[in-house]
């Protein structure tokens, strides 16, 4: 894949959106200002940066994931790479989205904002499972993206049984995450929710496709 297939229209108006946030950053936050760069279980801000350091931390790390796909399709065979390229044209944005909006609540932290940033990652985190869960069902045996194990990357027929079951479970885990996180700003119940919306697809997944490769 090249790197045409990561940044589309979208991912690359959202790269530049995060640059653009990143840098007024610098502008709206006073300098020598110590900024939350992390939250613990109980939702309080436990490890902080001074501005530039904590501003700069974010697209990194974005762009590092990014990068970190993109090797791992370069070590992938085309073949096993191109049932991945309908996936990643939605994990690509997703990811810079994700970044973006955790980026312009630090910002607002920084001007003095009160933010409770726990229930902001999981609402977003809610919408990429919808968004991974709409386009889950959709992907074929690949090497970078989907539920990969040896019993579903070996028969096309339960990777789409498979996927299709947990893209609607990642759906559905989206949807109480958002909706958590619009009710409740319990930081320890959003993060159960958070937990079980991950595990248990996961989980489900597993069982269901391997009892589907047994005949069962």
């Not at 501003?55 to 790479?81: C, D, H, K, N, Y």
């Not at 090497?143 to 339960?158: E, F, I, K």
Request: proline content about 6%.
């Amino acid at each position: 894949m090249t790197l045409r297939d990561f940044f589309t229209p979208p991912a690359t108006v959202l790269a530049l959106c995060l640059l653009a946030a990143t840098f007024a950053g610098f502008f709206l936050v006073p300098a020598g200002t110590i900024l939350p760069v992390h939250w613990g279980i109980s939702g309080e801000a436990d490890a902080f940066l001074p501005r530039d350091a904590a501003l700069l931390q974010l697209p990194a790390i974005m762009l590092g994931v990014v990068a970190l796909i993109w090797f791992l399709t370069r070590l992938s065979v085309s073949e096993r790479v191109a049932g991945a390229r309908h996936g990643l044209r939605v994990v690509v944005p997703g990811i810079l989205a994700l970044g973006l909006v955790i980026q312009c609540a630090v910002i607002l932290i920084g001007m003095g904002q009160e933010v409770d940033m726990v229930r902001i990652i999981v609402l977003a985190i809610g919408v990429l499972f919808v968004l991974l869960g709409n386009v889950l069902p959709k992907s074929q045996p690949n090497a970078v993206s989907g539920v990969r194990l040896p019993w579903t990357m070996a028969n096309p027929a339960n990777w789409q049984a498979t996927n299709r079951l947990v893209g609607w479970l990642m759906l559905l885990g989206g949807l109480a995450m958002a909706i958590a996180a619009l009710l409740s700003s319990n930081p320890q119940a959003l993060l159960a929710v958070v937990a079980m919306s991950v595990l248990i697809p996961l989980l489900i997944g597993g069982v269901y496709s391997y009892r589907l490769s047994r005949g069962h």
